[in-house]
C-alpha cells in the first residue's frame, strides 16, 4: 500500500502518543522498585535518589511472595492446560460435526460471557461448601476449587476461538489421514492439532491472563495457604506502612513472565486470531 | 506412523481430568483437629502477621503446658478477618476459638454461630467481675448474654509532638475543643516558603468509614446526641453538629492537610505524624506499634479534647477493642473456654498489653508494675471513664460503612474545595438514613 | 453474539444425524457407531463444567434474590425466608433510596462502558492500521503495545493509583511541578475526577486487546484490494473507509460486543483503585452489588441487583446483535 505524507503523519502521532500513554506507567512501574524506602514516601521523583535492589530482595521475606507465586502458579498453569483440552475438545465438534443440540450449546456457553461475575460469586462458594459435604472434597480454600472456576471462565472464549480456527482448517486434511484408516479422535490430534498450534496458543495466553489477574473469586475461594499473587500483594500494605518499592518490585516481578512469554508467542497470536476468530 | 487413538479412551479420559485434578492438585487446607488440638483465629495486631505469631507463641505454649491441649494458631489481616468469619460460620469450617473486632459483636451474635457467655460458661472465663466495664459491656446486644468478651483494650487519645509544641510556644496539650483548634492553627505553618502550609495541626484518616464513624459517635456523645435511636438518628440537631465540627477541621478551619481526605488504610496519618507534617493525630492507642515499627518515639498522649461547656457526655473514645468468641461447632468447648480464660488472665493480659500496646481488659492486671506508665494511666482513664460502646446492633458493620462514606464524601467536598454547609452535612446524614433504612 | 460462530461447515443442520453418520455423500470411510455420540462425548467435559459453575450458581443467584439471605441467615442459607418480590421492589424502585442509586449507577456505567470501548477500539484502530504498514520498530511496538494487556489487572490499578496519587503522585508532580499547568493539585481519586481515572485506567488496560483482534482481522485482507483501489486513485481515507471498515466489520461487531460486556461488569478495576466503597462519581453497578452483597451482607438484595443487571446485559445483547450481526449466515 502506498503512503501519503499525510499518513505518515498521522502514524507518528498515533504512535507517538500511544507509547508515551503505555510506557509512562511502566516508568513509573521500574523506577519506583529500585529506590530506597525514604525515595517513596514523599514526591515522586523521575530518577530515584539511589538505585537499589534491596526491594528485590527484601520482597521475599516481607509477605510470603514465593507461597503466593507458587499457588498463583500451580493454579494457572492447571486451569490454562486443562481449559486447552477442554476447549479443543468442545470446539472441534462445533466445527465439524452435525450433532442435535449443537445450537443450543454453543448459544449458552457464549451467553455466560454476559454473566456478572458478582451474580453467581456468593451462590458458587455456597455450592462449593454444600459439595464438600456431599463429596469430602475440600472446594473452598483448595486449589481445585480455584482450578475450576477459572478453567471454566476461560472456557466460552477459548471455545469459540477455536471453533473458528478449526473451521479454517480445509477438511481435506483430515479426510486424507481417515482414508488412511486414522480415526476421527486419531485425526484431531495428529492432523489438526499441529496446524491449530498458533490458534491454541493465542487461547493459552488468553486462558492465562484470565486466570493470572483474576481478582474477585480468589477473594473468597482463596485462604491463608491457597492466597494467590492478586490478593497476597495487599500485605504490602500492612498495618505500618505500604511499602510501594518491594510492591511494585514484585509486581514486576510476577509481570516479567507473563509479559516474556506474551512476547513469545505474540506473533502467533496476531495469526492465530487472524486466521480463526476475527475473520 | 498413525497410530489409532480409540475415541472411548479420550472420553474416558476427559471426564476423568477432573478426577485426576482432585487428586493431584487438592493441596488446600486441611483442618485436621485432634482430640486435643485446638484452632485458635487471632487478629492481626502488631506490625505484620509474622510478628504477631511470634508474639502469641509463647502465651500459646503456656497454655498448652497448663493444659495439655495443643493450639493451632492462625493470624488473620483485618482486611479478611470478617469475610473468614462469615464464611466460617456459613461453611461451618470453622476454628474453635476465634478474635473478632468488638463493633461486629452485636452482628455476630445474631448468626447463633458463637457460644453465648452466661452461667457456667461465663464462669469457666473468669466470670464478668474479671473485666474492665466498659469493655465487658461490648461483647454483645443489651439484656443479651454476650457471644464475646473483651481480648484487648483499646481507646483513642491526642497524640502530638513535644517538639513542634516547644517551637511553637504551647506548653500544654489542648483539653477544649476551642484550645484544640486554636493550638493546631499556630501548628499550621509554611515551613518552606513556598506560600503554601506543609505542616499541619492534625493529621486524620478523612476517607476512612471506621475513623469517620467513630468520631461521629464520640463527637455526637459529646454534643449529648445518639446515633442509633430505634433506627438510625444521624440527622438529628447535636449529630449533625458533630460531623459539621469533624469535617470543619478540614473544611473550616483548615488545620488539616487536605490530602488527608485520600486517606484510609488507617496508616497514612501516622506517618504524616511521623513525618514530622503533622503535629497531632487522634488515634487508638495500637499507633504506637506502627510508630515503633517507623522508629518514631518522640511523641506524647493526652486526652481526647471535649466541649467546653459540654452539653452531652464526656465521651473521648468509643470502647475499642477486640473481643474473643468460642464457635459452637467446636468438639472441645471445655477446652475452647479455657483458652479464653487463659489469653484473658491477667497474667497473660499483662504479657500481651505490653507486646500489642493495647489496654489490659483485665481489672486485675493494672496493678502490675510494669503498667504504670504516664500514657498507659491516660489511655486507661480514657477507656475505663471516658469510653462507649458503639451502638451494640446487628446492623453496626453497616452503619460504619454507610455513615463513614457520607462523612468521607463530606471531606472530598472540601478537600476538593467545596463550601460545607449545615445544610449540606444534614442532607448527607439524611440521605445516609434513607439507606440504612431501605436496605434493612 | 452467536450468529457469527455459527459453525460454516454445517451452516444447516439443525436435523439430528441420521443412523448411519452424516450423509454427506463425498465421504464414505465414517467410523461407524461412534460417530453418534462421539461429537457428545467430546462436548461434554465442556457442557459439565458450564452447568456447574456458571448456569447452576447463576440459577441458584436467582433464587436467592427472591430469599432474605443476610449475615444473620447465612448459617443456615437453604432455609433462608422466601420474601418474594420484596428484594425487587425495595432495590430496584427508582423512588426509593436504593433504587435511585442503582439506576444513576446503571445510567453511569453505561456512559463508561460507552467510553471505554469507544476510545478503546479508537486507539485500537488507530494502532492497528498504523502497524499494519511496514517501517523499522514496528515489531518492537506492537510488542510494546500488547504489554498493558499482558500485565495483570491488579498491578496495573496499583501502578496507577500510585500515581493518581494527590500530594505525591507523578501525574500531580507532571502537572504542577514540572509543567506548570496546574497552581494546586487536584484530587483524583477523590470527588469527580475518579470517575475520569477510572475511564483512563480501564482504556489503558482495554486498547490493546481492540488493538491485536483488529490486528488480525487487517491482516486477513487481501493487499491486492488496497492496490486496486489505488490504481483507481482513492486517498487514504477512503481506502480506510471503503475497503478497509467493511473488511473488519464481523470482527467489529464481536469485539466491541465482547469489550462491551466486559467493560459492563468491570468489578477488578473500581475495587482495585478505590476499595470497597468507590467514590460517588464513580460508583459502577458491579462494585455497588458488591458493597451491598459483601460490605453490608444483604445478599438477597445483592442477589436482586445482579438480576436486572443480568436482563440488562440481555436485552442490550440482543438488541445489539439484531441490528449489528449480519442476519443469518456469517460467511466471509
Known amino acids: 500500500m502506498t503512503e501519503t505524507p499525510g499518513f505518515r503523519w498521522f502514524r507518528r502521532i498515533t504512535l507517538t502518543v500511544l507509547t508515551v500513554f503505555t510506557v509512562m506507567p511502566l516508568y513509573v512501574l521500574v523506577v519506583t522498585s529500585v529506590k530506597p524506602l525514604e525515595n517513596v514516601r514523599g514526591l515522586f521523583t523521575w530518577v530515584p535518589d539511589r538505585v537499589t535492589f534491596q526491594p528485590y530482595v527484601d520482597m521475599w521475606s516481607t509477605i510470603p511472595l514465593a507461597r503466593y507465586l507458587t499457588n498463583s502458579l500451580i493454579v494457572t498453569i492447571t486451569a490454562t492446560v486443562l481449559a486447552l483440552i477442554v476447549a479443543v475438545l468442545a470446539a472441534y465438534p462445533l466445527a465439524r460435526l452435525r450433532f442435535r443440540g449443537k445450537r443450543v450449546f454453543s448459544m449458552t456457553v457464549l451467553s455466560t460471557q454476559m454473566f456478572p461475575g458478582i451474580l453467581f460469586l456468593l451462590p458458587l462458594f455456597l455450592m462449593f461448601v454444600q459439595g464438600e459435604e456431599l463429596l469430602g472434597i475440600q472446594l473452598t480454600g483448595s486449589y481445585f476449587g480455584l482450578i475450576i472456576t477459572y478453567l471454566t471462565f476461560a472456557l466460552p472464549f477459548s471455545i469459540w476461538m477455536l471453533a473458528g480456527y478449526f473451521q479454517a482448517i480445509p477438511e481435506g486434511l483430515e479426510e486424507a489421514a481417515m482414508i488412511d484408516g486414522t480415526s476421527r479422535i486419531g485425526a484431531l490430534v495428529r492432523i489438526i492439532l499441529p496446524v491449530a498450534r498458533p490458534g491454541i496458543l493465542a487461547v493459552a495466553v488468553f486462558a492465562f491472563i484470565t486466570a493470572w489477574g483474576e481478582v474477585l473469586f480468589a477473594s473468597v475461594l482463596t485462604d491463608t495457604e491457597t492466597r494467590t499473587l492478586s490478593i497476597g500483594l495487599k500485605l504490602y500494605t500492612s498495618q505500618t506502612d505500604t511499602l510501594w518499592n518491594e510492591l511494585l518490585a514484585a509486581s514486576l516481578t510476577i509481570s516479567l513472565p507473563v509479559i516474556v512469554a506474551f512476547m513469545l508467542v505474540q506473533r502467533h497470536l496476531v495469526s492465530g486470531l487472524s486466521a480463526g476468530a476475527v475473520k | 506412523m498413525v497410530v489409532k487413538i480409540p475415541a472411548k479412551a479420550v472420553l474416558s479420559a476427559s471426564t476423568a481430568l477432573g478426577l485426576v485434578a482432585a487428586l493431584t492438585a487438592c493441596g488446600g487446607s486441611g483442618e485436621e483437629s485432634g482430640d486435643q488440638t485446638l484452632t485458635y483465629w487471632a487478629s492481626n495486631q502488631g506490625a505484620s502477621v509474622e510478628e504477631d505469631k511470634k508474639v502469641l507463641k509463647p502465651a500459646l505454649d503456656r497454655f498448652t503446658e497448663e493444659t495439655g491441649v495443643e493450639v493451632e494458631l492462625e493470624v488473620i489481616p483485618w482486611s479478611e478477618l470478617y469475610n473468614r468469619i462469615l464464611t466460617a460460620v456459613s461453611s461451618g469450617d470453622a476454628p474453635d476459638v476465634l478474635n473478632i473486632g468488638n463493633t461486629w459483636a452485636a452482628s455476630l451474635q445474631e448468626t447463633g454461630a458463637f457460644v453465648p457467655y452466661e452461667g457456667a460458661d461465663l464462669e469457666a472465663v473468669g466470670g464478668k467481675g474479671r473485666f474492665v466495664e466498659t469493655s465487658f459491656a461490648t461483647g454483645g446486644a443489651e439484656g443479651e448474654a454476650p457471644t464475646s468478651v473483651p481480648l484487648y483494650g483499646l481507646s483513642y487519645a491526642l497524640f502530638y509532638n513535644p517538639t513542634m509544641f516547644e517551637d511553637a510556644g504551647i506548653e500544654e496539650p489542648p483539653a477544649t475543643w476551642e484550645e484544640f483548634v486554636d493550638t493546631a492553627k499556630k501548628l499550621t505553618k509554611d515551613t518552606d516558603g513556598d506560600g503554601k502550609p506543609d505542616q499541619y495541626g492534625l493529621a486524620m484518616e478523612a476517607g476512612s468509614e471506621r475513623q469517620n464513624s467513630h468520631f461521629a459517635h464520640i463527637l455526637g456523645q459529646q454534643y449529648g446526641g445518639q446515633l442509633w435511636k430505634n433506627g438510625p438518628n444521624f440527622s438529628s440537631a447535636e449529630q449533625v453538629d458533630a460531623v459539621k465540627m469533624w469535617v470543619d477541621m478540614m473544611a473550616e478551619e483548615e488545620i488539616v492537610d487536605p490530602s488527608n481526605a485520600e486517606f484510609s488504610d488507617g496508616t497514612q496519618s501516622i506517618g504524616d505524624f511521623v513525618d514530622g507534617k503533622a503535629a497531632m493525630i487522634m488515634m487508638q492507642g495500637s499507633a504506637r506499634t506502627t510508630m515503633a515499627a517507623r522508629d518514631f518515639d518522640n511523641y506524647e498522649v493526652a486526652q481526647v479534647p471535649m466541649l467546653d461547656p459540654l452539653p452531652g457526655k464526656p465521651i473521648q473514645s468509643h470502647a475499642a477493642g477486640i473481643n474473643i468468641s468460642v464457635f459452637n461447632d467446636t468438639e472441645n468447648k471445655e477446652g475452647a473456654l479455657q483458652l479464653v480464660e487463659h489469653l484473658t488472665s491477667p497474667e497473660e493480659q499483662v504479657y500481651l498489653s505490653q507486646e500489642f500496646q493495647t489496654l489490659p481488659v483485665a481489672t486485675k492486671a493494672y496493678d502490675n508494675e510494669e503498667l504504670q506508665s504516664e500514657s498507659m494511666q491516660t489511655f486507661r482513664t480514657i477507656l475505663t471513664e471516658h469510653a462507649s460502646p458503639m451502638p451494640l446492633i446487628p446492623e453496626e458493620g453497616q452503619m460504619e460503612t454507610v455513615l463513614g462514606e457520607s462523612i468521607a464524601g463530606l471531606f472530598a467536598d472540601a478537600a476538593t474545595g467545596s463550601k460545607v454547609t449545615e445544610a449540606d452535612v444534614r442532607d448527607a446524614m439524611k440521605e445516609a438514613e434513607t439507606q440504612m433504612d431501605a436496605a434493612n | ?332
Open chain 3, 1 to 332: 453474539m452467536s450468529t457469527t460462530e455459527e459453525p460454516r461447515s454445517g451452516a444447516a443442520e439443525e436435523d439430528p444425524p441420521t443412523e448411519a453418520g452424516p450423509a454427506s455423500g463425498s465421504r464414505r470411510r465414517r467410523p461407524r457407531r461412534p460417530g453418534v455420540l462421539l461429537p457428545y462425548g467430546m462436548v461434554l467435559p465442556a457442557a459439565v463444567l458450564e452447568l456447574l459453575i456458571h448456569i447452576i450458581p447463576m440459577i441458584l443467584g436467582i433464587y436467592i434474590a427472591f430469599t432474605s439471605l443476610t449475615q444473620l441467615t447465612i448459617r443456615n442459607w437453604t432455609s433462608a425466608p422466601f420474601v418474594g418480590l420484596e428484594n425487587f421492589v425495595r432495590g430496584l424502585d427508582p423512588s426509593g433510596a436504593l433504587g435511585s442509586a442503582l439506576f444513576q449507577s446503571l445510567f453511569r456505567t453505561a456512559l463508561y462502558t460507552a467510553l471505554v470501548v469507544g476510545l478503546s477500539w479508537v486507539l485500537g484502530m488507530a494502532a492497528a492500521v498504523s502497524l499494519n504498514t511496514k517501517f523499522r520498530g514496528r515489531g518492537v511496538l506492537r510488542t510494546l503495545f500488547l504489554v498493558p494487556y499482558a500485565l495483570p489487572v491488579y498491578v496495573a490499578a496499583i501502578i496507577w493509583a500510585f500515581m493518581f496519587n494527590h500530594r505525591d503522585g507523578m501525574i500531580n508532580r507532571l502537572l504542577v511541578q514540572d509543567l506548570g499547568l496546574l497552581d494546586d493539585r487536584p484530587f483524583w481519586l477523590i470527588g469527580e475526577n475518579a470517575f475520569w481515572v477510572l475511564v483512563v485506567v480501564s482504556v489503558w488496560r482495554l486498547w490493546p486487546f481492540a488493538f491485536l483482534m483488529l490486528l488480525a482481522a487487517l491482516q486477513s485482507i487481501p493487499e491486492d484490494m488496497y492496490e486496486a483501489a489505488a490504481i483507481d486513485g482513492a486517498s487514504t481515507w477512503k481506502r480506510f473507509t471503503g475497503i478497509t471498515m467493511p473488511m473488519v466489520r464481523p470482527a467489529n461487531a464481536v469485539v466491541l460486543l465482547v469489550m462491551g460486556l466486559w467493560t459492563f461488569n468491570e468489578f477488578n478495576i473500581p475495587f482495585l483503585l478505590f476499595g470497597d466503597t468507590s467514590p460517588d462519581s464513580a460508583r459502577l453497578i458491579s462494585p455497588l452489588i458488591y458493597e451491598h452483597s459483601f460490605v453490608n451482607w444483604n445478599f438477597g438484595l445483592g442477589a436482586a441487583m445482579s438480576v436486572l443487571l443480568l436482563v440488562a446485559l440481555i436485552i442490550a445483547s440482543a438488541v445489539y446483535v439484531r441490528m449489528v450481526l449480519p442476519k443469518g449466515s456469517s460467511n466471509d
